[in-house]
């Protein structure tokens, strides 16, 4: 929400001056995107804040998919820059799609939503790194070193992947390793979970009995 209230008022001069400052196609993209975002965040924070705190919300998945058509279908004067926010928007396309899957299989009960993640939940997150790369790799100076040095976009693409790679086995890393210091701790979280569970459902028996004592006191002096 911040992300697209910041995108909707600084991709365009709105305090424009000449007639340089008119609206241009990217501008006029840039900006709607930006209110898109916006948008879609003020309704996904209201149905998180009235859902269950455990649910998860699909709105920001669809705002990646319609980020990503947008970006897929975002023409640019030189070829290879259109070929990189091509990759861009796939990438955002298939992060949104991820993680619609990734909700399903946890609302369904194939994915078990303990305190380690499963492998598959890696997925969006790996693509959430390559549309990042994607998207840092897509500016101008960068699309004219590779016509330069006449790179193509698909060793490009192999070249922004194998750092995504790289990236996700060094947090995959630091994360295993959390969990493997972490361990004993957590496991004593949910025991005292687990413990006041049980304490609360024997104060709701306790109160529900304790009620119903009274209820027939109540009858018996009536009677």
């Not at 693409?157 to 995959?172: K, T, W």
């Amino acid at each position: 929400m911040l992300v697209g209230a910041i995108g909707t008022f600084t991709e365009h001069n709105f305090f424009q001056t000449s007639n340089t400052d008119s609206w241009s196609h990217k501008d006029l993209q840039h900006t709607l995107i930006g209110v898109s975002w916006f948008a879609g965040g003020l309704l996904g924070v209201l149905m998180t804040c009235r859902s269950h705190p455990r649910s998860r919300n699909p709105i920001p998945s669809l705002i990646f998919i319609a980020t990503g058509i947008a970006m897929i279908t975002h023409q640019q004067d030189l070829v290879m820059a259109s070929h990189t926010h091509f990759l861009f928007g796939a990438a955002l396309v298939c992060l949104g799609l991820s993680t619609i899957a990734e909700i399903t299989l946890l609302a369904a009960g194939f994915v078990k939503d303990h305190d380690q993640p499963a492998l598959f939940q890696f997925v969006p997150v790996f693509f959430m790194c390559a549309s990042g790369m994607f998207l840092m790799g897509s500016n101008r100076d960068m699309v004219l070193f590779l016509i330069n040095s006449h790179i193509d976009v698909a060793t490009y693409a192999l070249i922004l992947l194998s750092f995504c790679f790289v990236i996700m086995f060094y947090f995959y890393v630091l994360v295993d390793l959390y969990f493997a210091l972490a361990g004993p701790q957590s496991a004593k979280y949910r025991a005292l979970e687990q413990h006041m569970d049980r304490q609360s459902t024997s104060s709701q028996t306790s109160t529900l009995n304790h009620s119903e004592s009274h209820s027939s006191l109540a009858s018996a002096a009536f009677v």
